[in-house]
């Protein structure tokens, strides 16, 4: 018996000299060789890390990025960027607009993936972000409704999902944070995944988070992918209720530790959550990973939590005999 | 016709002589600023965002909510029986609020907002609108721990909001809006919304507006326009059926017209803004309405939200001269 694969959201912290190329870059003080040769080396940190952490199914750590959406928007036409705009506390973000047909000129994340799987013997995610998240996080100036505007970009995540199906990635990820903003449409982030995900035969999964999914819980089993990674432990769990009651197919990534928070969980709360969920899916159907994307820790906390976490699996899976 | 902006504006910008207030708010995190260092910068951008909405013509502005985190907390802070849990998403945004939890009984202990509004009136040469968000939104964006009834929780900051609008009420504030989004995501709810406002408004002197946004007030007209309020603001973006709805206004009530976009960076022409104003002409003669932005501008880059309102106060005028 196998089961009980652990992961990663996909974002790790970047090291502080690296988040500081970035802002040098960004004020043209730095060439973007010297930068991009930063993120190879932190990639490479990161790899290391969750290969000595025993992670199953790892992540480059989007280094890279600055952000989920916007770091597309920069890669694809159509897009150009607005000023500062605040989300919460003291957090900001410039956000893409779109101004024109949303078009891909190259593969935007393959190089970075490749890169990241020729450290490894272990599986590296794709990691993408699905339609409705990129068109959700933008302004609207170009298409005449917000529908048009989601099954357009559908189209070029779907190319992006395509070259690394191609460049052998076997797992990949399209993640649609923003699924739970209108939670009525659901349906309008399933039918736009269906695009992505179409005719892929790699194994693919959404993360999803906050949000209140009771009233739309079939439509999220709807959704056409493998694996649903959605945040739980930060809700204590009552997100896996849900489940038990609609029960699916589909497999589920758990969240046992909370990203927003410094605490490091211990190893009896992770092991509690991982027995939650293990009473609706079967171990073949369970994942385990972190809430969200890690970023926002500091990289000794991100290494302390996934240590408990993976220590957490291992212990389980020997009490229940899975190899 | 009055021209004047919802609540909110953004907070930084390009090119502002304030200093960065996101800056100031890091270093402080860092403890490398004062609080009271963040306090003067803070009070620095709101005299700048006030000069920026009389610059860009707008004749009744606010404070921006400088100050304010979010609608919620900031009120909610300072009325004893909240504490705070989780970030949760405002309505269909992409901006999130710690939720406040009420776990005690609710009260005014002092003035939460009264010194913004005396510093907002001393450093603008317009009048001021003091914002606050009303009784149900409040109570329905937090988490109910103690009263176990919606009702008296409702009422009980109805009453607490009434002590704090007497609070500005006394210090001068002449028009004082209460923000009720939440009202029509839970139309079923308007008849305890209809008590909380007549608790909400009891023995308050100055001109008093109601404003809705995201959505329309079908199902609730035409009660609503009935209610102890001045002026309605009403959103004609988000709730476009509010053109068909809205077919009658009161004649002792004004109308705010949402027609400007606060959460997308497509600019509105004059012509469309003049449109508009002559579309709600019959229903509204112009000496009763109110041009403003469909809800607060802090969700657009602070360039574009004064672009906006310049376009605002421009069509407006347009459309004035051509009904004069």
Same mark, same amino acid.
């Given at each position: 018996?196998?089961?009980?694969l652990?992961?990663?959201?996909?974002?790790?912290p970047?090291?502080?000299?690296?988040?500081? @190329?970035?802002?040098?870059?960004?004020?043209? #003080? %730095?060439g973007? +060789?010297? =930068?991009?040769?930063? /993120?190879?080396e932190?990639t @490479?940190?990161w790899?290391?890390?969750?290969? #000595? %952490?025993?992670? +199953?199914? =790892?992540?480059?750590? /989007?280094?890279?990025?600055g952000?989920?959406?916007t770091?597309?928007?920069?890669? %694809?036409?159509?897009?150009t960027?607005?000023?500062l705009?605040?989300?919460?506390?003291n957090?900001?973000?410039r956000?893409?607009?779109?101004v024109?047909?949303?078009?891909?000129?190259?593969?935007?994340?393959?190089?970075?993936?490749?890169?990241?799987?020729?450290l490894?013997d272990?599986p590296?995610?794709?990691?993408?972000?699905?339609p409705?998240t990129?068109?959700?996080?933008s302004f609207?100036?170009?298409?005449?409704?917000?529908e048009?505007?989601?099954?357009?970009?559908?189209?070029?995540?779907?190319d992006?999902?395509?070259?690394?199906?191609?460049?052998?990635?076997?797992?990949?990820?399209?993640?649609e944070?923003?699924?739970?903003?209108r939670?009525e449409?659901?349906?309008?982030?399933?039918?736009?995944?269906?695009?992505?995900?179409?005719g892929l035969s790699?194994?693919?999964?959404t993360?999803?988070?906050?949000?209140d999914f009771e009233?739309?819980?079939?439509?999220?089993?709807?959704?056409?992918?493998?694996?649903?990674?959605?945040?739980?432990a930060?809700?204590?769990?009552s997100?896996?209720?849900?489940?038990?009651?609609?029960?699916?197919?589909k497999?589920?990534?758990l969240g046992?530790t909370?990203?927003?928070?410094?605490?490091?969980?211990?190893?009896d709360?992770v092991?509690?959550g991982?027995?939650?969920g293990?009473?609706?899916?079967?171990?073949?159907q369970?994942?385990?990973?972190?809430?969200c994307g890690l970023?926002?820790r500091t990289?000794?906390?991100?290494?302390a939590?996934?240590?408990?976490?993976?220590?957490a699996?291992n212990?389980?899976?020997?009490e229940?005999g899975?190899? | 016709m009055?021209?004047t902006v919802?609540?909110?504006?953004?907070?930084i910008?390009?090119?502002?002589?304030a200093?960065?207030?996101?800056?100031a708010?890091?270093r402080?995190?860092?403890?490398e600023?004062?609080?009271?260092?963040?306090q003067?910068?803070?009070?620095?951008?709101t005299a700048?965002?006030?000069?920026?909405?009389?610059q860009?013509?707008?004749?009744l502005v606010?404070?921006?909510?400088i100050r304010?985190d979010?609608?919620?907390?900031?009120?909610?802070?300072?009325?004893?029986?909240?504490?705070?849990?989780?970030?949760?998403?405002?309505?269909?945004?992409?901006?999130?609020f710690?939720q406040?939890v009420?776990?005690?009984?609710?009260?005014?202990t002092?003035?939460?907002?009264v010194?913004d509004?005396?510093?907002?009136?001393?450093?603008?040469?317009?009048?001021?609108?003091?914002?606050?968000?009303g009784?149900y939104?409040?109570?329905?964006?937090?988490?109910?721990?103690?009263y176990?009834?919606?009702?008296k929780?409702?009422l009980?900051?109805?009453?607490?909001l009434?002590?704090e609008a007497?609070?500005?009420q006394?210090?001068?504030?002449?028009?004082?809006q209460f923000?009720?989004?939440?009202?029509?995501?839970?139309?079923?709810?308007?008849p305890?919304?209809?008590?909380?406002?007549?608790r909400?408004?009891?023995?308050l002197k100055?001109t008093?507006?109601l404003?809705?946004?995201?959505?329309?007030?079908?199902g609730v007209?035409p009660?609503f326009?009935?209610l102890?309020?001045?002026?309605?603001?009403?959103d004609?973006?988000m709730?476009?059926a509010n053109?068909?709805?809205?077919?009658?206004?009161?004649?002792?009530?004004?109308?705010?017209?949402?027609?400007?976009?606060?959460?997308?960076t497509?600019?509105?022409t004059?012509?469309?803004?003049?449109?508009a104003i002559k579309?709600i002409?019959?229903?509204?003669?112009l000496?009763?309405?109110?041009?403003?932005?469909?809800?607060g501008?802090?969700?657009?880059?602070?360039?574009?939200a004064?672009?906006?309102?310049?376009?605002?106060?421009?069509g407006?005028?347009?459309?004035?001269e051509?009904?004069?």
């Amino acid at each position: 018996m196998s089961g009980l694969l652990t992961t990663s959201v996909g974002s790790f912290p970047k090291p502080p000299e690296l988040q500081a @190329a970035r802002n040098k870059m960004l004020r043209g #003080e %730095l060439g973007r +060789d010297e =930068l991009e040769q930063m /993120e190879r080396e932190a990639t @490479a940190f990161w790899i290391k890390s969750q290969e #000595e %952490l025993g992670l +199953d199914i =790892l992540v480059d750590g /989007e280094m890279d990025r600055g952000d989920m959406v916007t770091y597309f928007s920069e890669l %694809l036409d159509g897009f150009t960027i607005s000023g500062l705009v605040r989300s919460y506390g003291n957090r900001y973000y410039r956000k893409p607009i779109a101004v024109g047909p949303i078009g891909r000129k190259n593969p935007m994340t393959l190089k970075t993936w490749e890169y990241a799987q020729s450290l490894t013997d272990k599986p590296v995610k794709g990691m993408l972000t699905g339609p409705y998240t990129i068109a959700e996080w933008s302004f609207n100036e170009y298409y005449s409704t917000f529908e048009e505007f989601v099954m357009e970009v559908a189209k070029v995540v779907h190319d992006e999902a395509v070259d690394l199906e191609r460049a052998g990635a076997k797992y990949i990820q399209i993640d649609e944070p923003a699924a739970s903003t209108r939670p009525e449409e659901m349906e309008l982030v399933a039918r736009s995944m269906a695009v992505v995900t179409k005719g892929l035969s790699a194994y693919t999964l959404t993360h999803i988070c906050y949000g209140d999914f009771e009233a739309v819980i079939d439509d999220l089993n709807s959704i056409p992918v493998d694996n649903l990674d959605m945040e739980t432990a930060n809700q204590d769990y009552s997100l896996l209720e849900l489940f038990r009651d609609h029960k699916s197919d589909k497999h589920l990534t758990l969240g046992v530790t909370d990203v927003h928070t410094h605490e490091i969980e211990s190893l009896d709360q992770v092991k509690a959550g991982i027995r939650k969920g293990l009473e609706i899916f079967t171990p073949e159907q369970l994942f385990i990973g972190p809430d969200c994307g890690l970023k926002t820790r500091t990289a000794d906390e991100s290494i302390a939590k996934l240590k408990v976490m993976v220590q957490a699996v291992n212990e389980i899976k020997a009490e229940l005999g899975i190899a | 016709m009055i021209t004047t902006v919802v609540g909110n504006y953004p907070k930084i910008g390009p090119g502002t002589k304030a200093p960065n207030l996101r800056t100031a708010i890091s270093r402080g995190d860092r403890g490398e600023t004062t609080p009271e260092q963040i306090q003067g910068i803070r009070a620095e951008v709101t005299a700048e965002v006030i000069s920026d909405q009389i610059q860009a013509g707008i004749d009744l502005v606010t404070d921006g909510l400088i100050r304010w985190d979010d609608g919620q907390t900031y009120l909610a802070r300072a009325i004893s029986g909240f504490s705070f849990t989780g970030l949760i998403r405002y309505f269909d945004t992409n901006t999130y609020f710690r939720q406040p939890v009420v776990d005690g009984l609710l009260k005014w202990t002092a003035p939460i907002t009264v010194a913004d509004y005396e510093f907002a009136a001393a450093n603008s040469s317009k009048p001021v609108k003091a914002v606050l968000t009303g009784p149900y939104t409040l109570a329905r964006l937090s988490q109910d721990q103690k009263y176990h009834d919606q009702k008296k929780l409702v009422l009980d900051l109805a009453e607490v909001l009434n002590q704090e609008a007497k609070a500005l009420q006394k210090a001068g504030a002449s028009v004082i809006q209460f923000d009720e989004p939440a009202i029509l995501k839970h139309k079923d709810e308007f008849p305890l919304f209809q008590e909380a406002m007549d608790r909400l408004t009891k023995g308050l002197k100055p001109t008093l507006a109601l404003y809705t946004y995201f959505d329309d007030i079908s199902g609730v007209y035409p009660a609503f326009l009935k209610l102890p309020f001045q002026i309605f603001g009403l959103d004609y973006v988000m709730g476009k059926a509010n053109w068909d709805v809205v077919t009658d206004v009161p004649s002792d009530v004004s109308l705010g017209l949402g027609v400007v976009n606060a959460r997308n960076t497509k600019m509105e022409t004059e012509a469309e803004i003049g449109d508009a104003i002559k579309r709600i002409a019959p229903i509204v003669p112009l000496d009763r309405l109110y041009i403003n932005p469909n809800c607060g501008l802090e969700f657009l880059p602070r360039e574009t939200a004064y672009q906006k309102l310049v376009r605002m106060v421009e069509g407006s005028k347009k459309a004035a001269e051509v009904a004069a």
